[in-house]
């Protein structure tokens, strides 16, 4: 039996069947939606699904005539997706408990992962769909034009919108807490100073959750879709964007792996940048 759960603890459910699929992907909405770099789902039986807690906590935005996505109200982290027509059950792998006994599979949507990541595994990418999930091209998104000595953000219904100026850092993080927040095998997080940030439209809808036994860990993420957007982090001086979700190059690559003793089972890091089992030395 295989457990997931999102950051808060509000929405708790269990797979009682081994999963038949693990694909990653890279595509403009699971970026927004997650905050990451790239998503992992893990898919099983429907029949296989259930429940513990928290169904009456899932909001759920269309975010394509094809798709509706599912995140807690509380914490922002992914739901699962439950297709019972397609008799799969499909779950973020970033919020599961322990090894989910599979590996992923392949890389969906390679032709859209972000410009700052770089595939460095020997798993099949694919363009798109995979041809063995029906193939298809996904839907179109809107652009946004780079702008000079600013990145910018948004989230996955667009409401929201943020640009950061001189960014400070950019790490991979694998620490348990972003993988669950992120949905994901890891966050990837740029930093900035409170100066250097601004939102740029939709500020209102914008949701804080902070751990409560954590002194500064929090997410922010938007309360009409889901999406992952900056965090404001007051404790910190800093802000924490998503890089996942910028619509704009920022002018910086990733730096690290950190928190790499904690990472998932299930991911191997096969990038050559450093490895930091916790925080890097300042
Ligand atoms: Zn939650
Ligand atoms: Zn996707
Ligand atoms: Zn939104």
């Given at each position: 039996m295989t457990r997931g759960v999102c950051l808060c603890g509000a929405l708790e459910y269990q797979f009682t069947a081994p999963f038949q699929m693990m694909m990653h992907c890279h595509c403009s909405m699971c970026r927004k939606h997650h905050g990451a770099m790239f998503?992992?789902?893990?898919?099983?039986?429907?029949?296989?699904?259930?429940?513990?807690?928290?169904?009456?906590?899932?909001?759920?935005?269309?975010?394509?005539?094809?798709?509706?996505?599912?995140?807690?109200?509380?914490?922002?982290?992914?739901?699962?997706?439950?297709?019972?027509?397609?008799?799969?059950?499909?779950?973020?792998?970033g919020n599961l408990d322990g090894d989910p006994g599979i590996r992923p599979q392949g890389h969906m949507f390679a032709g859209s992962k972000s410009a700052l990541y770089e595939?460095?595994?020997?798993?099949?990418?694919?363009?798109?769909?995979?041809?063995?999930?029906?193939?298809?091209?996904?839907?179109?998104?809107?652009?946004?034009?780079?702008?000079?000595?600013?990145?910018?953000?948004?989230?996955?219904?667009?409401?929201?919108?943020?640009?950061?100026?001189?960014?400070?850092?950019?790490?991979?993080c694998h620490c348990s807490r972003c993988r669950r927040a992120r949905s994901a095998a890891h966050t990837t997080n740029m930093f900035s100073s409170i100066a250097d940030f601004s939102f740029t439209r939709g500020e209102h809808l914008v949701k804080e959750y902070k751990v409560p036994e954590a002194a500064r860990f929090g997410v922010s993420f938007c309360t009409r879709c889901g999406g992952k957007v900056a965090r404001v982090s007051r404790e910190r001086g800093t802000v924490v964007v998503p890089v996942g979700a910028l619509d704009t190059n920022p002018g910086m690559l990733p730096q690290a792996n950190i928190f790499v003793a904690s990472k998932a089972p299930w991911f191997d890091i096969t990038d050559a940048l450093p490895q930091f089992a916790e925080m890097p030395p300042t």
């Open positions: 998503a992992t789902f893990v898919a099983a039986p429907y029949s296989a699904f259930r429940w513990v807690r928290g169904e009456d906590a899932l909001e759920k935005f269309k975010s394509s005539e094809h798709g509706v996505r599912s995140y807690c109200r509380q914490c922002g982290s992914v739901g699962p997706t439950l297709i019972p027509e397609s008799g799969f059950a499909f779950a973020p792998a595939i460095t595994d020997s798993l099949p990418q694919y363009a798109a769909v995979p041809p063995d999930f029906g193939g298809g091209t996904g839907v179109a998104r809107p652009t946004v034009e780079q702008r000079e000595g600013v990145a910018d953000g948004s989230c996955l219904c667009g409401d929201v919108a943020y640009e950061v100026r001189a960014p400070m850092r950019m790490y991979h």
